[in-house]
């Protein structure tokens, strides 16, 4: 049962909501599009479209999970090395100081700066390449962070998200910058859920696309603006790259410089205009920034050897053992107990029951929701004796 605004509190919002300029360019609340029309998503002038994306995608159960899930660097107990929640957080508030000055759509690009990376695997990136491996081993698909975001919201989760913020996630790919992002606009679902299979069936099709709004583009160029000089910030504090290894461009050397650079760079060059870009000289800087974060940090051997080893045959083995225990209805196993009974709580309208989707694509949604620690504490439950040790490197 859903109260409603008195019709004098609702005037008064109202009021205020046709007060507030945005830029001819920006994305109306009006257009927003959802699969299904349902009362209880109705918009109003207390919770507009996007607020109740938003509110949607912050009270989801896989949304507490991103406070363990690594951003770079994996099986390191320590409070001030960033995890993926911060990174979320950081892309929402860049985002939104870049999207506020630009006087565009504060709260689409709010819902898909939180829901951006909802769908990322355990152990960052290398979880993300293990997946993909297995998966497309098994189903001939791919799988891709962004894909899986855009499920977790949709299907696994059916909340009657927007489109609007659905593409945005789908499209928020930060690892490959563009000097300039015009919109590209989307017809509808129908198009949307082409795209989506494209990205299963096609390779390169999903880090190809581009986003539908301007939105959408501020935080595709925030994700990098937040992860660029905050990795590096890590990375010193682990002793695995110092300040000095890096070159300094016009973007700046640490975190702060990086951010504030790129902030007002882009919004210099993209002031009243119908797409967001940097200048030359600063893409150019964040492009040396990327190739040097590269090759000092994410392909440092010593990183990737630290999960390397251990997380492929991990995740081969519980891949091989949740997928058994479905395909002999073992209910006794995690992925019934911990994951189709977890996600069959939800009271929400789906088009099949979840169970019978592909096997693959189960066991998929399992793993990638897991954080860190959920995925080594099923791994040891499952794998009592065995010989990889996931040990933690803690303060001192």
Known sequence: MYEQLSQSANEILREKSLNKLLSPYAFRDEFAERRRKDTHDTADFLRAPFVRDAD????????????????VFSLVKNDDVSRRILHVQLVSRIARTIGNALS??????????????????????????????IYRERTGR?????????RVLDRIFPYNVTLQTLDGILTHNGELP??????????????FDERIENCYTENGYCQA?????????????????AY????????????????????????GGFNAEIINNLTVNVIENSLNKPYIMFDEEHFAGLKIAMRENYALIYNNPEVKKKTDELLAPAMRKIYSRLLNALENSDRSSPIFSAHIDYVNKSRYKRDIPYEENPKDDIVA???????DDYFISLFNALFSGHELNFEYKDYF
Not at 178 to 191: L, N, T
């Open 56 to 71: 949607k995608i912050i009270n989801c159960p896989y949304f507490p999970r991103y406070a363990d899930k690594t951003q």
């Open 104 to 133: 565009l759509n504060s709260e689409l690009i709010e819902a898909i700066a939180l829901g951006h990376d909802i769908g990322h695997t355990p152990f960052g990136h290398a979880g993300e390449r293990v997946l993909n491996e």
């Open 142 to 150: 791919g799988f891709f962070h962004n894909v899986q975001s855009v």
């Open 178 to 191: 563009k000097e300039k992002y015009y919109p590209k606009p989307i017809s509808g679902f129908k198009e």
């Open 209 to 225: 696309l581009a986003p539908s709004s301007l939105e959408a583009a501020v935080v595709r160029v925030s994700d990098i603006i």
């Open 228 to 251: 660029l000089g905050k990795d590096r910030q890590d990375a010193e504090k682990l002793g695995v790259a110092n300040e000095t290894d890096f070159t300094k461009t016009v973007i």
């Open 365 to 371: 949604d399992f793993i990638a929701s897991m954080t």
